[in-house]
Protein backbone atom coordinates (compact mmCIF):
# COMPACT_ATOMS: atom_id res chain seq x y z
CA UNK A 1 0.00 0.00 0.00
CA UNK A 2 1.11 3.59 -0.46
CA UNK A 3 -0.87 5.04 2.44
CA UNK A 4 2.34 5.18 5.21
CA UNK A 5 0.71 6.77 7.84
CA UNK A 6 -2.49 6.67 8.94
CA UNK A 7 -2.57 10.14 10.19
CA UNK A 8 -0.95 11.62 6.76
CA UNK A 9 -3.41 9.21 4.48
CA UNK A 10 -3.59 11.48 1.66
CA UNK A 11 -0.41 13.37 2.07
CA UNK A 12 1.60 10.04 1.23
CA UNK A 13 -1.30 8.53 -1.44
CA UNK A 14 0.09 7.74 -4.90
CA UNK A 15 -1.22 9.80 -7.78
CA UNK A 16 -0.62 8.05 -10.63
CA UNK A 17 -1.70 9.58 -14.40
CA UNK A 18 -2.00 7.33 -17.80
CA UNK A 19 -1.89 9.20 -20.66
CA UNK A 20 -3.62 7.26 -23.40
CA UNK A 21 -6.27 4.71 -23.53
CA UNK A 22 -4.96 2.03 -26.04
CA UNK A 23 -4.45 -1.57 -24.84
CA UNK A 24 -0.90 -0.02 -23.09
CA UNK A 25 -2.12 2.65 -21.25
CA UNK A 26 -5.71 0.47 -20.27
CA UNK A 27 -3.40 -2.85 -19.29
CA UNK A 28 -1.39 -0.58 -16.95
CA UNK A 29 -4.36 1.62 -15.53
CA UNK A 30 -6.64 -2.02 -14.38
CA UNK A 31 -3.45 -3.52 -13.29
CA UNK A 32 -2.45 -0.80 -11.35
CA UNK A 33 -5.90 -0.31 -9.84
CA UNK A 34 -5.37 -4.58 -9.08
CA UNK A 35 -2.25 -4.49 -7.47
CA UNK A 36 -2.04 -0.84 -5.81
CA UNK A 37 -5.60 -0.71 -3.80
CA UNK A 38 -4.36 3.13 -2.15
CA UNK A 39 -3.08 4.78 -5.60
CA UNK A 40 -5.66 7.45 -7.19
CA UNK A 41 -5.22 6.48 -10.76
CA UNK A 42 -6.40 8.96 -13.58
CA UNK A 43 -6.74 8.01 -17.04
CA UNK A 44 -6.95 10.79 -20.16
CA UNK A 45 -7.32 10.34 -23.71
CA UNK A 46 -8.14 12.58 -25.96
CA UNK A 47 -11.16 10.50 -27.67
CA UNK A 48 -14.57 10.59 -26.69
CA UNK A 49 -15.86 7.89 -24.17
CA UNK A 50 -19.22 7.65 -26.26
CA UNK A 51 -16.72 7.21 -29.67
CA UNK A 52 -17.18 3.58 -30.54
CA UNK A 53 -13.95 1.68 -30.69
CA UNK A 54 -15.46 -2.07 -31.26
CA UNK A 55 -14.75 -1.90 -34.86
CA UNK A 56 -11.65 -0.80 -35.56
CA UNK A 57 -10.08 -3.64 -37.60
CA UNK A 58 -6.68 -3.14 -37.47
CA UNK A 59 -4.83 -6.38 -36.22
CA UNK A 60 -2.59 -7.16 -33.41
CA UNK A 61 -0.57 -9.66 -32.44
CA UNK A 62 -0.57 -11.03 -29.32
CA UNK A 63 2.17 -13.01 -27.17
CA UNK A 64 1.49 -15.39 -25.43
CA UNK A 65 2.46 -13.76 -22.04
CA UNK A 66 0.70 -11.12 -23.25
CA UNK A 67 -2.48 -13.35 -23.53
CA UNK A 68 -1.99 -14.59 -19.75
CA UNK A 69 -1.58 -11.04 -18.63
CA UNK A 70 -5.04 -9.67 -20.16
CA UNK A 71 -6.61 -13.05 -18.64
CA UNK A 72 -5.15 -12.42 -15.41
CA UNK A 73 -7.00 -8.68 -15.73
CA UNK A 74 -10.41 -10.82 -17.00
CA UNK A 75 -10.36 -8.86 -20.16
CA UNK A 76 -9.46 -12.08 -22.79
CA UNK A 77 -12.41 -12.99 -24.58
CA UNK A 78 -10.66 -16.15 -26.23
CA UNK A 79 -14.03 -16.38 -28.74
CA UNK A 80 -13.11 -13.83 -30.40
CA UNK A 81 -9.36 -14.21 -31.17
CA UNK A 82 -7.61 -17.19 -33.21
CA UNK A 83 -4.53 -18.65 -31.32
CA UNK A 84 -1.76 -19.32 -33.29
CA UNK A 85 -0.70 -23.14 -32.89
CA UNK A 86 2.36 -22.74 -35.31
CA UNK A 87 4.52 -19.64 -37.11
CA UNK A 88 6.14 -21.35 -39.74
CA UNK A 89 9.54 -18.40 -40.59
CA UNK A 90 11.17 -19.40 -44.41
CA UNK A 91 12.68 -17.27 -47.06
CA UNK A 92 11.73 -17.41 -50.53
CA UNK A 93 13.67 -17.73 -53.76
CA UNK A 94 16.20 -17.16 -54.95
CA UNK A 95 18.19 -19.17 -52.25
CA UNK A 96 20.85 -20.06 -53.18
CA UNK A 97 20.77 -23.87 -53.15
CA UNK A 98 22.62 -25.59 -50.36
CA UNK A 99 22.51 -29.34 -48.62
CA UNK A 100 21.95 -28.52 -45.66
CA UNK A 101 18.47 -27.11 -46.17
CA UNK A 102 16.62 -30.70 -47.37
CA UNK A 103 15.08 -31.83 -50.07
CA UNK A 104 13.17 -28.74 -50.76
CA UNK A 105 15.98 -26.12 -50.96
CA UNK A 106 13.88 -24.04 -48.89
CA UNK A 107 15.23 -23.22 -45.34
CA UNK A 108 12.15 -22.95 -42.98
CA UNK A 109 11.84 -23.02 -39.24
CA UNK A 110 8.69 -24.28 -37.61
CA UNK A 111 7.73 -23.76 -34.50
CA UNK A 112 5.04 -25.34 -32.68
CA UNK A 113 2.72 -24.71 -29.56
CA UNK A 114 2.80 -28.45 -29.48
CA UNK A 115 6.59 -28.31 -29.25
CA UNK A 116 6.97 -26.16 -26.78
CA UNK A 117 4.27 -27.52 -24.47
CA UNK A 118 1.98 -24.93 -24.82
CA UNK A 119 -1.74 -24.70 -25.64
CA UNK A 120 -0.65 -21.50 -27.97
CA UNK A 121 2.10 -19.69 -28.97
CA UNK A 122 0.23 -16.36 -29.02
CA UNK A 123 -3.68 -15.07 -30.65
CA UNK A 124 -4.72 -12.95 -33.51
CA UNK A 125 -7.56 -10.49 -32.88
CA UNK A 126 -8.87 -6.78 -33.76
CA UNK A 127 -7.84 -3.14 -32.24
CA UNK A 128 -11.30 -2.82 -31.47
CA UNK A 129 -12.45 -6.69 -29.65
CA UNK A 130 -8.87 -6.25 -27.53
CA UNK A 131 -10.16 -2.32 -26.62
CA UNK A 132 -13.41 -2.45 -26.00
CA UNK A 133 -13.65 -4.95 -23.19
CA UNK A 134 -11.16 -3.50 -21.70
CA UNK A 135 -12.24 -0.04 -21.99
CA UNK A 136 -15.57 -1.61 -20.37
CA UNK A 137 -13.36 -3.52 -17.68
CA UNK A 138 -11.98 -0.21 -16.79
CA UNK A 139 -15.19 1.86 -16.80
CA UNK A 140 -17.02 -0.54 -14.58
CA UNK A 141 -14.06 -0.53 -12.34
CA UNK A 142 -14.12 3.39 -11.82
CA UNK A 143 -17.83 3.26 -11.41
CA UNK A 144 -17.16 1.05 -8.23
CA UNK A 145 -14.16 3.42 -7.00
CA UNK A 146 -15.57 6.80 -7.66
CA UNK A 147 -12.62 7.90 -4.89
CA UNK A 148 -9.63 6.47 -6.46
CA UNK A 149 -10.21 6.00 -9.80
CA UNK A 150 -10.79 8.59 -12.70
CA UNK A 151 -11.49 8.60 -16.52
CA UNK A 152 -11.04 11.78 -18.48
CA UNK A 153 -12.01 10.57 -22.02
CA UNK A 154 -12.35 13.47 -24.67
CA UNK A 155 -9.64 15.65 -22.96
CA UNK A 156 -6.37 15.43 -24.34
CA UNK A 157 -3.10 16.36 -22.40
CA UNK A 158 -1.48 19.39 -23.78
CA UNK A 159 1.54 19.00 -21.47
CA UNK A 160 3.32 17.19 -19.04
CA UNK A 161 5.90 19.57 -16.91
CA UNK A 162 8.54 18.07 -14.27
CA UNK A 163 8.17 20.26 -10.54
CA UNK A 164 11.39 21.24 -8.69
CA UNK A 165 10.10 19.25 -5.35
CA UNK A 166 9.44 15.78 -7.36
CA UNK A 167 5.99 15.18 -9.21
CA UNK A 168 4.33 16.56 -12.33
CA UNK A 169 1.88 18.43 -13.62
CA UNK A 170 -0.18 17.46 -16.14
CA UNK A 171 -2.71 19.91 -18.47
CA UNK A 172 -5.79 18.72 -19.68
CA UNK A 173 -7.22 21.49 -19.52
CA UNK A 174 -7.12 21.98 -15.86
CA UNK A 175 -3.26 21.55 -14.75
CA UNK A 176 -3.37 18.57 -11.77
CA UNK A 177 -0.60 17.05 -9.91
CA UNK A 178 0.43 13.67 -9.89
CA UNK A 179 3.51 11.82 -8.46
CA UNK A 180 4.15 9.85 -11.35
CA UNK A 181 3.00 10.12 -15.31
CA UNK A 182 2.98 7.16 -17.83
CA UNK A 183 2.55 8.07 -21.18
CA UNK A 184 1.09 5.76 -23.35
CA UNK A 185 -0.22 7.64 -26.71
CA UNK A 186 2.22 6.31 -29.53
CA UNK A 187 1.25 6.52 -33.14
CA UNK A 188 3.13 5.75 -36.20
CA UNK A 189 6.09 6.27 -37.28
CA UNK A 190 5.10 8.75 -39.86
CA UNK A 191 3.19 11.18 -37.65
CA UNK A 192 5.65 11.04 -34.35
CA UNK A 193 7.75 13.22 -33.35
CA UNK A 194 11.30 11.76 -33.54
CA UNK A 195 13.43 10.67 -30.08
CA UNK A 196 16.87 9.87 -29.20
CA UNK A 197 17.26 6.69 -31.65
CA UNK A 198 15.84 7.09 -35.38
CA UNK A 199 15.93 5.62 -38.56
CA UNK A 200 13.64 5.82 -41.36
CA UNK A 201 14.06 2.92 -43.17
CA UNK A 202 12.46 3.77 -46.19
CA UNK A 203 10.38 0.81 -46.65
CA UNK A 204 6.33 0.56 -46.45
CA UNK A 205 4.08 -2.02 -45.02
CA UNK A 206 0.73 -2.54 -46.92
CA UNK A 207 -1.84 -4.44 -44.47
CA UNK A 208 -5.26 -5.71 -44.90
CA UNK A 209 -6.37 -8.80 -45.14
CA UNK A 210 -6.67 -12.39 -47.62
CA UNK A 211 -9.35 -14.99 -47.84
CA UNK A 212 -7.20 -18.35 -47.61
CA UNK A 213 -8.85 -21.80 -49.10
CA UNK A 214 -10.85 -23.93 -46.76
CA UNK A 215 -8.09 -26.72 -47.01
CA UNK A 216 -5.55 -24.59 -45.83
CA UNK A 217 -3.94 -25.12 -42.54
CA UNK A 218 -5.71 -23.83 -39.42
CA UNK A 219 -3.72 -21.42 -36.83
CA UNK A 220 -0.47 -21.13 -38.44
CA UNK A 221 1.54 -17.51 -38.80
CA UNK A 222 4.02 -17.29 -41.72
CA UNK A 223 6.83 -14.56 -41.94
CA UNK A 224 8.01 -14.71 -45.31
CA UNK A 225 11.40 -13.49 -45.94
CA UNK A 226 11.64 -11.59 -49.62
CA UNK A 227 14.05 -9.73 -51.37
CA UNK A 228 12.19 -6.89 -50.61
CA UNK A 229 11.40 -7.59 -47.74
CA UNK A 230 9.13 -9.32 -44.87
CA UNK A 231 5.71 -11.07 -45.93
CA UNK A 232 3.51 -12.14 -42.88
CA UNK A 233 0.33 -13.74 -43.05
CA UNK A 234 -1.35 -13.52 -39.61
CA UNK A 235 -4.67 -16.00 -38.62
CA UNK A 236 -7.59 -14.82 -38.13
CA UNK A 237 -10.52 -16.15 -36.44
CA UNK A 238 -12.99 -17.26 -39.13
CA UNK A 239 -15.59 -15.13 -40.34
CA UNK A 240 -19.19 -17.21 -40.68
CA UNK A 241 -21.88 -15.52 -43.12
CA UNK A 242 -25.15 -17.03 -44.30
CA UNK A 243 -24.20 -20.41 -42.74
CA UNK A 244 -20.49 -19.89 -45.06
CA UNK A 245 -17.53 -20.12 -42.91
CA UNK A 246 -14.35 -18.08 -44.63
CA UNK A 247 -10.81 -18.27 -43.60
CA UNK A 248 -8.90 -15.30 -43.62
CA UNK A 249 -5.30 -14.00 -42.50
CA UNK A 250 -4.39 -10.50 -41.62
CA UNK A 251 -1.39 -9.13 -43.80
CA UNK A 252 1.76 -7.36 -43.48
CA UNK A 253 3.88 -6.54 -46.30
CA UNK A 254 6.87 -4.61 -46.24
CA UNK A 255 8.31 -2.86 -49.27
CA UNK A 256 11.42 -1.02 -50.14
CA UNK A 257 9.51 2.74 -50.91
CA UNK A 258 11.87 2.91 -54.23
CA UNK A 259 10.50 -0.05 -55.41
CA UNK A 260 7.02 -0.29 -54.41
CA UNK A 261 4.72 -0.52 -57.30
CA UNK A 262 1.96 -2.32 -54.80
CA UNK A 263 -0.34 1.07 -55.51
CA UNK A 264 -0.78 0.89 -59.53
CA UNK A 265 -1.53 -3.20 -58.83
CA UNK A 266 -5.08 -3.98 -59.28
CA UNK A 267 -6.53 -6.52 -56.35
CA UNK A 268 -5.59 -9.56 -58.50
CA UNK A 269 -2.37 -8.18 -59.66
CA UNK A 270 -1.82 -8.07 -55.84
CA UNK A 271 -2.88 -11.76 -55.12
CA UNK A 272 -1.00 -13.35 -57.72
CA UNK A 273 2.16 -11.50 -56.53
CA UNK A 274 1.85 -12.40 -52.77
CA UNK A 275 1.33 -16.13 -53.74
CA UNK A 276 4.12 -16.59 -55.41
CA UNK A 277 5.96 -14.91 -53.04
CA UNK A 278 4.24 -17.37 -50.09
CA UNK A 279 5.43 -20.91 -49.80
CA UNK A 280 3.16 -23.63 -51.07
CA UNK A 281 1.92 -24.63 -47.59
CA UNK A 282 -0.18 -21.38 -47.04
CA UNK A 283 -2.44 -23.21 -49.94
CA UNK A 284 -4.55 -20.99 -52.81
CA UNK A 285 -5.46 -17.58 -51.82
CA UNK A 286 -9.06 -16.47 -53.04
CA UNK A 287 -9.20 -12.68 -52.22
CA UNK A 288 -7.78 -9.88 -51.07
CA UNK A 289 -9.10 -6.87 -49.08
CA UNK A 290 -8.13 -2.66 -49.73
CA UNK A 291 -4.66 -2.42 -48.72
CA UNK A 292 -3.29 1.05 -46.14
CA UNK A 293 -0.04 2.22 -46.60
CA UNK A 294 2.00 3.07 -43.50
CA UNK A 295 5.74 3.97 -43.66
CA UNK A 296 8.15 1.97 -41.67
CA UNK A 297 11.42 3.17 -39.35
CA UNK A 298 12.71 2.64 -36.14
CA UNK A 299 12.05 5.91 -33.02
CA UNK A 300 13.37 4.90 -29.72
CA UNK A 301 14.01 6.42 -26.42
CA UNK A 302 17.31 5.70 -24.68
CA UNK A 303 15.46 5.50 -21.28
CA UNK A 304 12.02 4.68 -20.63
CA UNK A 305 12.05 7.07 -17.80
CA UNK A 306 12.49 10.92 -17.30
CA UNK A 307 12.08 12.17 -13.92
CA UNK A 308 8.53 11.04 -12.97
CA UNK A 309 7.17 10.25 -16.39
CA UNK A 310 7.56 7.01 -17.86
CA UNK A 311 7.18 6.13 -21.35
CA UNK A 312 5.78 2.67 -22.09
CA UNK A 313 5.03 0.88 -25.73
CA UNK A 314 4.90 2.89 -28.91
CA UNK A 315 5.72 6.13 -26.56
CA UNK A 316 8.90 4.82 -25.72
CA UNK A 317 9.43 2.43 -29.33
CA UNK A 318 8.02 2.32 -32.04
CA UNK A 319 9.48 -0.58 -34.18
CA UNK A 320 9.07 -2.14 -37.62
CA UNK A 321 6.74 -4.83 -37.67
CA UNK A 322 9.53 -7.80 -38.53
CA UNK A 323 8.66 -9.60 -35.30
CA UNK A 324 5.28 -8.39 -34.22
CA UNK A 325 6.49 -7.12 -30.92
CA UNK A 326 6.11 -3.94 -30.70
CA UNK A 327 2.39 -4.09 -28.44
CA UNK A 328 3.75 -6.68 -26.55
CA UNK A 329 7.25 -4.97 -25.26
CA UNK A 330 4.57 -2.49 -24.43
CA UNK A 331 2.46 -5.07 -22.09
CA UNK A 332 5.51 -5.85 -20.30
CA UNK A 333 6.42 -3.09 -19.55
CA UNK A 334 2.96 -1.79 -18.06
CA UNK A 335 3.31 -5.11 -16.02
CA UNK A 336 6.70 -4.21 -14.86
CA UNK A 337 6.27 -0.71 -13.73
CA UNK A 338 2.93 -1.46 -11.08
CA UNK A 339 5.26 -4.41 -10.45
CA UNK A 340 8.00 -1.91 -9.58
CA UNK A 341 5.52 -0.08 -7.68
CA UNK A 342 3.79 -2.71 -5.98
CA UNK A 343 6.82 -4.33 -4.39
CA UNK A 344 8.67 -0.90 -3.60
CA UNK A 345 5.32 -0.13 -1.19
CA UNK A 346 5.53 -3.67 0.33
CA UNK A 347 8.86 -2.86 1.48
CA UNK A 348 8.33 0.71 2.54
CA UNK A 349 9.45 1.08 6.12
CA UNK A 350 8.32 4.23 8.15
CA UNK A 351 9.36 8.15 8.20
CA UNK A 352 8.44 10.99 6.97
CA UNK A 353 5.39 10.11 4.26
CA UNK A 354 5.75 12.43 1.13
CA UNK A 355 9.44 12.68 0.97
CA UNK A 356 9.10 8.53 1.75
CA UNK A 357 6.71 8.38 -1.28
CA UNK A 358 9.16 10.22 -3.13
CA UNK A 359 11.60 8.04 -2.76
CA UNK A 360 9.53 5.29 -3.33
CA UNK A 361 8.34 6.32 -6.07
CA UNK A 362 12.55 6.91 -7.39
CA UNK A 363 13.28 3.19 -6.49
CA UNK A 364 10.62 1.46 -8.37
CA UNK A 365 11.36 4.01 -11.47
CA UNK A 366 15.09 2.81 -11.11
CA UNK A 367 13.47 -1.09 -10.84
CA UNK A 368 12.43 -0.80 -14.11
CA UNK A 369 14.98 0.89 -16.08
CA UNK A 370 16.99 -2.16 -15.32
CA UNK A 371 14.60 -4.88 -15.35
CA UNK A 372 13.27 -3.49 -18.47
CA UNK A 373 16.39 -3.11 -20.50
CA UNK A 374 17.55 -6.80 -21.57
CA UNK A 375 13.87 -7.20 -23.19
CA UNK A 376 13.96 -3.78 -25.05
CA UNK A 377 17.50 -3.14 -26.76
CA UNK A 378 17.09 -7.03 -27.26
CA UNK A 379 14.27 -6.75 -29.44
CA UNK A 380 15.56 -3.45 -30.65
CA UNK A 381 18.56 -4.33 -32.23
CA UNK A 382 16.98 -7.57 -33.66
CA UNK A 383 14.18 -5.71 -35.22
CA UNK A 384 16.65 -3.30 -36.50
CA UNK A 385 18.92 -5.02 -38.25
CA UNK A 386 16.79 -7.19 -39.52
CA UNK A 387 14.95 -4.39 -41.22
CA UNK A 388 18.07 -2.96 -42.54
CA UNK A 389 19.45 -6.79 -43.97
CA UNK A 390 16.41 -6.02 -46.80
CA UNK A 391 18.20 -3.02 -48.12
CA UNK A 392 20.90 -4.94 -48.48
CA UNK A 393 21.87 -6.51 -52.02
CA UNK A 394 25.09 -8.21 -50.87
CA UNK A 395 26.30 -11.54 -52.79
CA UNK A 396 25.66 -14.54 -50.72
CA UNK A 397 22.77 -12.81 -48.38
CA UNK A 398 20.46 -14.98 -49.18
CA UNK A 399 22.33 -17.57 -48.45
CA UNK A 400 23.72 -16.45 -45.47
CA UNK A 401 20.12 -16.21 -44.24
CA UNK A 402 19.16 -19.54 -45.35
CA UNK A 403 21.77 -21.21 -43.05
CA UNK A 404 20.76 -18.94 -40.06
CA UNK A 405 17.44 -20.58 -40.60
CA UNK A 406 18.43 -23.83 -41.31
CA UNK A 407 20.50 -24.09 -38.10
CA UNK A 408 17.70 -22.77 -35.93
CA UNK A 409 15.36 -25.42 -36.81
CA UNK A 410 18.17 -28.08 -36.96
CA UNK A 411 19.22 -27.22 -33.52
CA UNK A 412 15.99 -27.64 -30.78
CA UNK A 413 17.34 -26.01 -27.68
CA UNK A 414 18.39 -22.89 -29.51
CA UNK A 415 15.13 -22.85 -31.33
CA UNK A 416 13.46 -23.29 -27.84
CA UNK A 417 15.10 -20.21 -26.57
CA UNK A 418 13.74 -18.39 -29.59
CA UNK A 419 10.25 -19.31 -28.99
CA UNK A 420 10.32 -18.60 -25.29
CA UNK A 421 11.37 -15.00 -26.24
CA UNK A 422 8.81 -14.57 -28.88
CA UNK A 423 6.25 -15.77 -26.16
CA UNK A 424 7.39 -14.16 -23.12
CA UNK A 425 10.17 -11.48 -24.27
CA UNK A 426 13.78 -11.52 -22.86
CA UNK A 427 14.19 -12.54 -19.00
Known amino acids: MFTLHDSDANAAELKLAVVGAGPAGLALALLAAQLLPQARISLFDARPLERDVSGDPRTLALALGSVQLLQRLGVWDATQAQAIAQVRVSQAPPTLQHPV ?138 LTTNGQTQRRAALVWCMPKAEDEVAGLSDAQRLLV ?113 AKTFAWRWPGLPLARGLALAALQALPPLKRTVARSMMFGRR
Not at 151 to 175: C, N, R, T, Y
Open 101 to 238: FGSSQEPEVLISAAEQGVAQLGAVLSYGQLVAPMQAAWQARVEREPQRLFSHFGAPVQGIKPLADAGVEVDAGIAERFDLAVVAEGGVFSDQARKAITHDYQQNAWVGTVTLADDSPAGVAYERFTRNGPLALLPLKP
Open 274 to 386: IQHLLPASVGQLQAISPLKCFALGLNAERSLVDGCTVRIGNAAQTLHPVAGQGLNLGLRDAYALVEALRRAAANNSSGDPVSNKASLVQAALRQVEWSRAPDRWTTIAATDFL
